[in-house]
């Protein structure tokens, strides 16, 4: 599809994300996976690729996005919906690079997302660099991370919080978000990981509730404790994604 993500460790969710039109590649056939994200580029990511949520606040004129920004409406609509916030002078700095932390606190406050337990012991349990992690991020990142949307690359315990995020990040991050597999689970930090003892032909690595496991050449569906939900009677299954597989048992 693009020419410069053949051997990204991202491959697979930039794919997505640009089959949904939620990030997009550049004229030369590039995707330029490892370039920086602005505020205004991430709220039309936002605009574009997760569920419109309801107004829980009134639209706010910032003074550096003109009426006839590219980005003005997908802006207002991040800010309405608690994504993105902007800054005490009342602009919203468009062309400034997100930082990780940023765009991980944008997720879980307009997704809704809430800790549970002491964040603060989450945060130590999983990242090194957690004393590198803002004050005012440490609940929303232990919530990311409780939800498994937090992707670090290369090194699972270095969460890297004040970095730009780059666009195979940020196609991670949504695809995280949208429970679509394609992240490694070497690099999600929080996904807790459990053995069912060898007795299928073939499975799926778990991402959702269900996997789809193959025995005796049927296929069936498995919750985490190794229980069958859907029986191994099926000729053909898909990989749940979004909360759906689709199969044929003739």
């Avoid at 993500?5 to 004229?27: F, M, Q, R």
């Amino acid at each position: 599809m693009f020419t410069d993500i053949e051997n990204h460790w991202a491959k697979a969710s930039i794919v997505i994300a640009a089959a949904k039109n939620i990030l997009k590649g550049y004229p030369d056939g590039t995707f330029r996976p490892d370039a920086p994200v602005t505020r205004a580029e991430f709220a039309a990511i936002v605009y574009t690729g997760l569920p419109k949520n309801s107004s829980s606040r009134p639209a706010i004129q910032f003074t550096d996005v003109p009426a006839n920004h590219w980005a003005v409406n997908a802006i207002a609509s991040a800010y309405q919906t608690g994504y993105l916030s902007g800054y005490p002078n009342r602009t919203f700095k468009p062309n400034q690079a997100i930082p990780r932390v940023q765009a991980l606190t944008a997720l879980v406050s307009g997704l809704g997302y809430q800790v549970t337990g002491d964040a603060i012991a989450t945060l130590k349990k999983y990242y090194n660099d957690f004393g590198q992690i803002p004050s005012y991020a440490m609940n929303a990142i232990a919530a990311a991370t409780q939800k498994r949307i937090v992707v670090n690359y290369p090194d699972i315990q270095r969460l890297q919080p004040n970095i730009n995020a780059t666009r195979s990040e940020i196609a991670a991050f949504i695809c995280q978000v949208l429970e679509i597999s394609t992240v490694p689970y070497k690099y999600i930090p929080g996904l807790e990981l459990f053995v069912i003892p060898p007795q299928f032909d073939n499975a799926d690595p778990f991402v959702a509730e269900l996997v789809r496991v193959q025995k005796d050449n049927q296929w069936g569906y498995i919750d985490k404790s190794g229980k069958f939900i859907i029986p191994p009677t099926l000729k053909e299954a898909n990989t749940f994604s979004e909360g759906l597989a689709l199969f044929r048992n003739q």
